[in-house]
Every structure is written in C-alpha cells, then in structure tokens.
C-alpha cells in the first residue's frame, strides 16, 4: 500500500515537471524589430488626408517611434513598451502612457495593432531597417 501511495506521488511530480517544462519551452512571437507602416484602417469619422509614414523600431522593451505627417519633417518619439500575452502597452520617455493598450498580431512579417475598442488597426511590415533619409530629417 505504501508502495502505490509513493508510485502515485512519483506519476503525479513527473506530470507535473512535464507540464512546468513545456510552459517554459513555449515560444512567444516576438515583436521586436523595424518596422514601417504599411496602412491605417479606422472607424473614426475622419483621420485627415495628410500622407502619414511611420517607422517604429522595437527592441528588447525600448521603442523608437520616427513619424512625420504631410509634408513635414521627421519626429522622433522614445520610451520603453512590455509586451504580454498578446498586448502592447508602454510610456514615452517623458512618462505619457502610449496611446493606447495594443492588441497584437504577427506573422508574415507583419504587425497588427488594435487599439482598445477596435477603432483603429494600424499594419506594419517588417523592414530592415530605418532608412538613412529618415534618420537626416528629424527635427
């Protein structure tokens, strides 16, 4: 008897070492890398008609966010973002919170940022890296 109680504890740690190892072993898509935006899908009644181009660069919790609207010149943004559990949440280097907590897709080196609610879905593709021209027109 004391034999099947100890055969029982043994089955029960290895199921639970088993079932700890593969948690651990589970691979998280990663969103870290450049990427620029592809396209702006909103619900919102209007976004404007200026031209809009986005690159954001993130890397292991910092991002870099490089935008410039119309025909003006480049803005540079910075600060830091956790991704968990398919959401993407961050501040700014000043402390302002993003615009939003993300719901994220990946694959075929894309991006996909929903913002809470569904209002918008902003689609990035991955590139290799930010361009030269973009880097010489910050302001």
Same mark, same amino acid.
């Given at each position: *008897?004391? *034999?099947?109680? /100890? ?9 639970? %070492?088993?079932?700890? +190892? ?11 890398? /450049? ?8 619900? +919102? /009644? ?9 690159? $954001? ?24 973002? %956790? ?15 993003? !615009? ?16 809470? !609610? ?16 973009? $880097?010489?027109?910050?302001?």
């Amino acid at each position: *008897m004391a *034999m099947m109680k /100890v055969l029982r504890i043994l089955a029960m740690a290895a199921v639970m %070492i088993a079932c700890l +190892s593969c948690g651990k072993n589970r691979k998280v898509a990663s969103v870290d890398g /450049v990427w620029e935006l592809e396209s702006i899908e909103t619900r +919102s /009644v209007q976004i404007g008609d200026a031209e809009i181009s986005v690159y $954001l660069k993130l890397d292991s919790g910092r991002f870099d966010i490089y935008q410039k609207v119309g025909a003006g010149r480049y803005r540079h943004f910075d600060g830091t973002y %956790i991704y968990s559990e398919g959401k993407l949440s961050g501040k700014y280097s000043d402390g302002r919170p993003l !615009g939003s907590v993300y719901d994220v897709e990946t694959g075929n080196g894309r991006l996909i940022l929903f913002t809470a !609610g569904g209002l918008e879905k902003d689609i990035y593709v991955k590139v290799d890296s930010i361009p030269d021209n973009v $880097l010489e027109d910050i302001i």
